[in-house]
């Protein structure tokens, strides 16, 4: 590759990356503590099957909880998915709050019957 083709892929990379609509995606704006992991877009609506404390990074870690728990029927608004989906990020009014698990979550179309 030459030297003129390097730079006009480099300016391209250089555009995606500025773009503030793909920006958005793949990094939501985080509550303070909140770390950024690697997100990919959630798949659909989610119902909360049993209670899910939320964490500050997609891992089981003593004292990285954010304080919030979602309960038994409720409809987080889920941001992005992480860990090979195994976590989801969960958002309030658009900015990442904290960490769930994926398995106490659930597809709410599969899981129709979860009442709080």
Not at 88 to 115: E, F, H, M, N, W
Request: one cysteine or more; charged letters at 15%; aromatic letters at 4%.
């Amino acid at each position: 590759m030459n030297c003129k083709s390097r730079l006009a892929l480099l300016a391209a990379a250089s555009a995606l990356v500025a773009s503030p609509t793909l920006a958005q995606a793949v990094h939501p704006k985080l509550a303070p503590g909140v770390t950024a992991a690697p997100d990919v877009a959630p798949k659909g609506d989610y119902v909360v099957t049993n209670g899910a404390r939320l964490f500050k990074q997609p891992a089981w870690l003593p004292g990285t909880e954010t304080g919030v728990e979602l309960k038994r029927g409720d409809h987080p608004q889920v941001l992005g998915e992480t860990d090979q989906g195994l976590w989801l990020l969960i958002g309030k009014g658009g900015q990442g709050i904290g960490y769930a698990s994926r398995s106490l979550l659930c597809p709410a179309k599969t899981c129709t019957d979860v009442k709080s």
